[in-house]
């Protein structure tokens, strides 16, 4: 083949060098095209500028302002596709923000959604022209939709109009019904600053998980607080039996006379407080109509909680109420607490509470059915016929106090852990949060085992962590997809 003319030639590597510039300019990653597009560029003007034949004086002035203008649009795309990523990632977490806020009003979720974004855009890159957002499919997904523009550097050559780019996200909102059950540990380790980043920390996950839209599907939280026991209020004839006046020597008065393990006669006055129930049904959700719970008779040194439970519940300012009002003293019964989590959203309970409290059927197509379990993990007391055991752990209260029989269901790390794996079973998600977790291997198992996986498991060492980690589980709860 014989080689092209010296004119021919140079026109021939010409046309090459500007094909393989514009061909390197589309497949350049974004971040380095720009400096890379330009030294490409400079190059093959300087060996245009540099060449001495004649003819090249009109195809340069021909080509030049053609090359300039197509570097510049790829440029300019370029930035524009550089913008929409940037705008989409933007607009993909201000709308999973709105999903999982409890506004469901639309113009203030358009307010919302435009605030948000002004926030999540400084990466864009580009002037954010106009938002628009929204509900649709009934509430249950959130729609944004946001446009922004940039000066290409084409302007005023070829384009008189600003580039714009818009984006678009939709999310869904969880398409199940929620009841959360938060499992609250008030006991006396709880005092001064732990309780107030509880109250802080369950009131912040209150607020993610309860919406103001309740249709087609709602979202609820009951509380079980516990400490020595749990204070199940006014539904404590229902949850263990009617009581007799007077004073018996066995459970079911008003006053319980025993033999604590010295040897000596003590009275005990019942309380509204429950303790665990015994045989077959004591580890299962059966409802108390089939197996009652036991009665409580505290020690007046170690009394009921004066925190009661709460059934499953939409109104927030209501459940921001009673856990304002929650206060932190007595030993830790936390097996009964890990119980009352359960019962709460049992349908096998559902007779005992108002119908707007109740909980629904197990369906887990239907019903996200969530125990919340928070505790420092020293679960130290355990009962037998009412009265804490004769074998309660250290921090149960004084032995004198005790009575003189062991708990006959075992400890309460044993029971409670029993009672996770049963409502584990039955289609119940356990999350649990060991706050300063006290370093003992029962409470290390307990808070391990108890929780549905290990991303269910939480071990803040601070009020802030605690927060952060109520925080993460209310979203997870909400379970915002984004679908687009």
Known sequence: MSRPSTKEGDEFNFRLSVSRHLQNMRYRSRHHLHAKSATAMLTLLSRLTSCEKGNFGILYAAVVPLIVAG?????????????RMEAQGA??????????????????LDELGATTL???????????????????????????????????????????????????????????NVEVSLVLDTTASMAGQRISDLKAAAKELVDIVVTDRQTPTYSKVALVPYSMAVNVGSYAEAARGSIHNGTCNSPGCANYRFVNPYGDAVTFGISTCVSERTGTER????????????YNYPSPANPCLTNTIKPLSDDKASLNSAIDALSASGSTGGHIGVGWGWYLVSPNFSYLFPKANQPGP???????????????????????????????????????HHINCNAPNGGAYAQAQALCTNMKAAGVTVYTVGLELVNTQAAR??????????????????GTALKEAFRDIGRDISGPVVSR
């Open 283 to 294: 580890f299962t959700d059966a409802a108390p109509s089939t197996a009652s719970f036991g």
């Open 445 to 462: 198992d307990l808070v391990a085992n108890c929780a549905t996986s290990a991303k269910h498991v939480y071990y803040p060492n601070s």
């Open 71 to 83: 570097s510049l649009t790829v440029i300019d795309i370029t930035r524009a596709t550089g913008v």
């Open 118 to 176: 002004q926030g999540n855009q400084a990466n864009v890159g580009a002037t954010l022209v106009s938002t628009d957002f929204g509900n649709i499919d009934n509430g249950l997904t959130v729609r944004g939709t946001a446009t922004f523009s940039l000066t290409p550097l084409v302007y005023g050559i070829f384009a008189k109009d600003q580039l714009k780019v818009t984006v678009t996200s939709e999310v869904k909102r969880s398409a199940k």
């Open 362 to 400: 197990y369906d887990i197509e239907k019903t996200k059915k969530i125990v919340v379990l928070m505790t420092d993990g020293e679960y130290n007391s355990a009962y037998c016929n009412g009265v804490i055991a004769r074998d309660s752990l250290t921090g149960s209260g004084s032995a004198a």
């Open 91 to 108: 607009l993909d977490a201000t709308t999973l923000q709105l999903a999982i806020s409890t506004t469901a009003d639309t113009p203030k």
